[in-house]
């Protein structure tokens, strides 16, 4: 017997044919040479495989390639193929965001992407958040239907993506999916009214390997689905899955990983120890704390300017389109470079002896006017003004403190400052588009060298493909998650004096942010 040496989830054996010398039985035959060459104590095959075995050996004259995972001791073989016909093995990786789901599409034996897509998460038309999906999901047969949004969605999803990529969604044999504890919960349809309730407990934490016929999920009728474990209520596989993308539970070095979506979630840590917590910064930091604020688009503010000494707002919008509206990305531009120039100052506060004419004053609460959009672009024949409040401005100012007390706390808790951190990786949409000097700036993250920012993008999406790749990457999965001790900042007395500390431009303490220098 020969096999092919790789880490990959296709393996190649090359099996003697029996004979009546040798008369071992054909799934024997197949699992001896699994179990000899992979260091496994079982094999896991199902019965409706087993009985295609026999023509599969002989159709293929013993040479074939298995889609194998290796969940703890033990091997699952999803698929059998012939070896010598020259088509594709597929995986695919998912990102189940709780506003946006994206799917990428691999070839599981050179690790290729076949493609990618995306769509909005259907469940958003029950609510928007978490809360109200679980709520929805705890009326009788409401955890069915909103499970069933997600696959069927899936479901057309995949079928959309293996056409475009020319292949049949039965080449598809394994999924790796990464999404928070709740959004997993409603993926598998386990029952979540648990997590929002004292003391907050999950069905499961490791859900392990799954069959995808027991969710529905139509490709292989033998493929498997690998679903990150989470940690708790509020840490969950999209979180391990950034970890293994980040690499820093393989680092010497001390780093940290921030990921902004509802909550900010945190892991500091190296390959010795990982230390995790997730706060509330995360809302007015997508640019949901303004009337102006919106997902990134067309016409949508997401760099902002102000040239020294002129007070006049330049933007830039995404696709140069008219302005419609602003991203978090932009609002952190727009908060710093108000700062720099001296048109907010210490507290957040509009200075109007700066500010000039571009300060009005709407139902008694002051408004700057950011940008404006001709009618022809709007409902509206006239021009639309974009403004920013000074409530917007105290919104995000609460949220940008939340933010830096969230990681000086969890990085005090282990004994270090901020400023020792090695590597300062940023996930998520709000890490792709996230100006580090702005961010500075506000006080939001700490004022270390730009070069030490590193953006990974879709770390869950990430971490998800790096698990197709390898065959036992359940050990590596398992040896984050339980290498991780959970900071809770619910009960940390010192959060909150730690916080009233950072409610102010950058900070009280101007020596933590040595390279922020107002211009005006």
Same mark, same amino acid.
């Given at each position: #017997?020969?096999?092919?040496?790789?880490?990959?989830? @296709?393996?190649?054996?090359?099996?003697?044919?029996?004979?009546?010398?040798?008369?071992?039985?054909?799934?024997?035959?197949?699992?001896?040479?699994?179990?000899?060459?992979?260091?496994?104590?079982?094999?896991?095959?199902?019965?409706?495989?087993?009985?295609?075995?026999?023509?599969?050996?002989?159709?293929?004259?013993?040479?074939?390639?298995?889609?194998?995972?290796?969940?703890?001791?033990?091997?699952?073989?999803?698929?059998?193929?012939?070896?010598?016909?020259?088509?594709?093995?597929?995986?695919?990786?998912?990102?189940?965001?709780?506003?946006?789901?994206?799917?990428?599409?691999?070839?599981?034996?050179?690790?290729?992407?076949?493609?990618?897509?995306?769509?909005?998460?259907?469940?958003?038309?029950?609510?928007?958040?978490?809360?109200?999906?679980?709520?929805?999901?705890?009326?009788?047969?409401?955890?069915?239907?909103?499970?069933?949004?997600?696959?069927?969605?899936?479901?057309?999803?995949?079928?959309?993506?293996?056409?475009?990529?020319?292949?049949?969604?039965?080449?598809?044999?394994?999924?790796?999916?990464?999404?928070?504890?709740?959004?997993?919960?409603?993926?598998?349809?386990?029952?979540?009214?648990?997590?929002?309730?004292?003391?907050?407990?999950?069905?499961?934490?490791?859900?392990?390997?799954?069959?995808?016929?027991?969710?529905?999920?139509?490709?292989?009728?033998?493929?498997?689905?690998?679903?990150?474990?989470?940690?708790?209520?509020?840490?969950?596989?999209?979180?391990?899955?950034? &970890?293994?993308?980040?690499?820093?539970?393989?680092?010497?070095?001390?780093? &940290?990983?921030?990921?902004?979506?509802?909550?900010?979630?945190?892991?500091?840590?190296?390959?010795?120890?990982?230390?995790?917590?997730?706060?509330?910064?995360?809302?007015?930091?997508?640019?949901?704390?303004?009337? #102006?604020?919106?997902?990134?688009?067309?016409?949508?503010?997401?760099?902002?300017?102000?040239?020294?000494?002129?007070?006049?707002?330049?933007?830039?919008? &995404?696709?140069?389109?008219?302005?419609?509206?602003?991203?978090?990305?932009?609002?952190?531009?727009?908060?710093?470079?108000?700062?720099?120039?001296?048109? &907010?100052?210490?507290?957040?506060?509009?200075?109007?002896?700066?500010?000039?004419?571009?300060?009005?004053?709407?139902?008694?609460?002051?408004?700057?006017?950011?940008?404006?959009?001709?009618?022809?672009?709007?409902?509206?024949?006239?021009?639309?003004?974009?403004?920013?409040?000074?409530?917007?401005?105290?919104?995000?100012?609460?949220?940008?403190?939340?933010?830096?007390?969230?990681?000086?706390?969890?990085?005090?808790?282990?004994?270090?400052?901020?400023?020792?951190?090695?590597?300062?990786?940023?996930?998520?949409?709000?890490?792709?588009?996230?100006?580090?000097?702005?961010?500075?700036?506000?006080? #939001?993250?700490?004022?270390?060298?730009?070069?030490?920012?590193?953006?990974?993008?879709?770390?869950?999406?990430?971490?998800?493909?790096?698990?197709?790749?390898?065959?036992?990457?359940?050990?590596?999965?398992?040896?984050?998650?339980?290498?991780?001790?959970?900071?809770?900042?619910?009960?940390?007395?010192?959060?909150?004096?730690?916080?009233?500390?950072?409610?102010?431009?950058?900070?009280?303490?101007?020596?933590?942010?040595?390279?922020?220098? @107002?211009?005006?």
């Amino acid at each position: #017997m020969k096999t092919k040496q790789n880490k990959s989830c @296709v393996k190649k054996f090359i099996l003697t044919p029996p004979t009546l010398e040798d008369n071992t039985a054909d799934a024997d035959r197949l699992i001896m040479a699994m179990k000899a060459e992979l260091k496994a104590d079982s094999v896991n095959i199902d019965f409706e495989l087993l009985k295609k075995l026999p023509g599969l050996l002989r159709e293929s004259n013993y040479n074939v390639k298995c889609i194998i995972y290796k969940d703890l001791e033990r091997l699952i073989l999803a698929g059998v193929t012939d070896s010598r016909k020259n088509q594709i093995i597929a995986g695919m990786a998912i990102d189940l965001g709780t506003t946006r789901v994206v799917l990428r599409l691999l070839d599981l034996e050179s690790d290729k992407v076949l493609g990618e897509s995306s769509f909005d998460n259907p469940q958003i038309s029950i609510g928007p958040d978490i809360l109200a999906r679980i709520h929805f999901a705890d009326k009788n047969g409401g955890l069915n239907v909103i499970k069933g949004m997600i696959i069927d969605s899936l479901n057309l999803q995949i079928d959309a993506l293996c056409r475009e990529s020319n292949i049949l969604p039965q080449q598809i044999y394994l999924l790796a999916v990464a999404g928070n504890t709740a959004m997993t919960h409603l993926f598998l349809g386990l029952d979540p009214r648990w997590i929002i309730r004292e003391p907050y407990i999950p069905v499961v934490n490791r859900p392990g390997i799954i069959k995808t016929k027991e969710l529905g999920i139509r490709v292989n009728p033998g493929a498997r689905v690998l679903v990150f474990p989470n940690v708790g209520s509020y840490f969950g596989g999209d979180l391990i899955a950034g &970890i293994i993308y980040s690499g820093i539970a393989n680092k010497e070095d001390t780093s &940290i990983l921030v990921d902004v979506g509802t909550n900010a979630e945190v892991v500091v840590g190296n390959k010795n120890w990982l230390m995790a917590c997730a706060g509330a910064a995360g809302p007015a930091l997508e640019g949901g704390v303004t009337k #102006m604020g919106m997902m990134a688009g067309p016409g949508v503010i997401d760099r902002v300017a102000i040239k020294p000494g002129t007070c006049k707002v330049e933007i830039h919008t &995404i696709d140069e389109k008219p302005p419609v509206g602003i991203c978090g990305s932009g609002l952190i531009d727009l908060a710093a470079q108000l700062f720099l120039s001296g048109m &907010i100052d210490i507290r957040g506060r509009f200075v109007p002896s700066v500010c000039g004419d571009q300060l009005k004053e709407k139902d008694g609460i002051r408004h700057l006017v950011v940008a404006r959009s001709k009618g022809k672009n709007c409902d509206s024949p006239e021009d639309i003004e974009l403004t920013i409040s000074q409530v917007d401005l105290d919104s995000l100012i609460r949220s940008k403190a939340a933010m830096y007390t969230i990681l000086e706390t969890i990085t005090m808790s282990v004994g270090m400052s901020l400023q020792e951190l090695s590597t300062f990786y940023v996930a998520g949409t709000f890490g792709s588009f996230i100006n580090p000097v702005s961010a500075i700036s506000i006080g #939001m993250l700490p004022d270390l060298p730009i070069n030490s920012y590193k953006s990974l993008g879709n770390s869950s999406l990430g971490g998800a493909t790096m698990a197709l790749a390898l065959f036992d990457c359940m050990e590596e999965i398992d040896k984050i998650r339980n290498n991780i001790t959970y900071l809770e900042l619910n009960v940390n007395q010192e959060f909150m004096n730690r916080f009233s500390a950072a409610k102010f431009l950058p900070h009280t303490d101007p020596l933590l942010f040595p390279s922020v220098k @107002v211009f005006s």
